[in-house]
């Protein structure tokens, strides 16, 4: 998984990441996936990815509210 740069967006119950991976841009929420990895959690600043027994925790820039 190859993350260019991305953006946490929080609001209300269902916050999202706004990412480029792989030089494609999309939005992921809680349990969307891409390339084999699961995102499991969207925190300020900070997204957190799994892929089997592999967790990554990826640092974002924060945007919206």
């Given at each position: 998984?190859?993350?260019?740069?991305?953006?946490?967006?929080?609001?209300?119950?269902?916050?999202?990441?706004?990412?480029?991976?792989?030089?494609?841009?999309?939005?992921?929420g809680v349990?969307?996936?891409?390339?084999?990895?699961?995102?499991?959690?969207?925190?300020?600043?900070?997204?957190?990815?799994?892929?089997?027994?592999?967790?990554?925790?990826?640092?974002?820039?924060?945007?919206?509210?």
């Amino acid at each position: 998984l190859f993350l260019e740069r991305g953006t946490v967006l929080r609001g209300g119950d269902k916050p999202l990441a706004m990412l480029s991976v792989d030089g494609a841009a999309l939005s992921l929420g809680v349990g969307g996936t891409v390339r084999g990895w699961t995102l499991t959690a969207v925190e300020p600043g900070q997204v957190v990815l799994k892929s089997g027994e592999h967790v990554r925790r990826l640092a974002l820039g924060a945007g919206g509210k």
